[in-house]
């Protein structure tokens, strides 16, 4: 491994803490999870291989975000967080990988009007879902934007699905607010049951849904990854 530059160590200090570390000139910078290599990038790259404009939702600190964008023949990503702080990070990490394609905006998932944003390709929602008070609101707007939509998201599980929202079985899920750089920006979430989440996405418009791992017995909860389209599946 390369020698840590000192200017740019200082410049990830500046803005520290971090979450994801990000490998440079062969040295690593930032935080201790790293998103090289992450599966839920080359599934996403399965199901829409031809995605030119994307949009990210819940960006971060721009890990996942700059090797969407590094992908050959993709014309722009736009990536939405709420938070300042994380942007500051991601304006960051978009110079010194030299995303030009990027484009990074501020706005609460919780109540942005997503249309003026234009129209995509394909959405990448990862890690975001489980911590919006009202999912559905999120979802609905999404078959407009974009024809194909991946997620990666926790879950309730039926044992643990006490509440019922707009005719969906879940549970509430303590967030730790706006000053909690991994929390949503809302005190509470409400997660689905993997059966209401489905249903909610296809209610929404996606006329198909692909699932591509269900992981029953992930530490924080149920979690699942799928690519949901417009298109009906082809018949065989």
Known sequence: MSEVDPTLAAEFAALAPWVFQFRIDGADYGGNISALGDARLAQFWQFAPEARRILELGSLEGAHTVQLAAR??????????????????AELIRRLFGAENVELVQA????????????????????LLYHLPEPCKLLA??????PQLFVWTHYAHE???????????????TEGGPDEPLSGM?????????GSLL?????????TITIIHNDVQH??????????STSDLPLA
Do not use: M
């Open 72 to 89: 050959p023949g993709v014309e722009q990503v736009v990536a939405i967080e709420g938070r300042a702080a994380n942007l500051r990070k």
């Open 108 to 127: 609460n998932l919780e109540e942005t009007d997503l249309q003026q944003f234009g129209h995509f390709d394909a959405v990448f929602c990862s890690g």
């Open 141 to 146: 707007q999404l078959p407009r934007l974009a």
């Open 159 to 173: 044992l643990q699905a006490k509440e019922i929202r707009n005719g969906l079985r879940g549970r509430i899920h």
């Open 186 to 194: 809302s005190n509470t979430a409400f997660w689905p049951t993997l």
């Open 199 to 207: 249903q909610l996405v296809t209610n929404s418009g996606y006329h």
């Open 219 to 228: 530490q924080h909860g149920g979690a699942v990854t799928f690519f949901a």
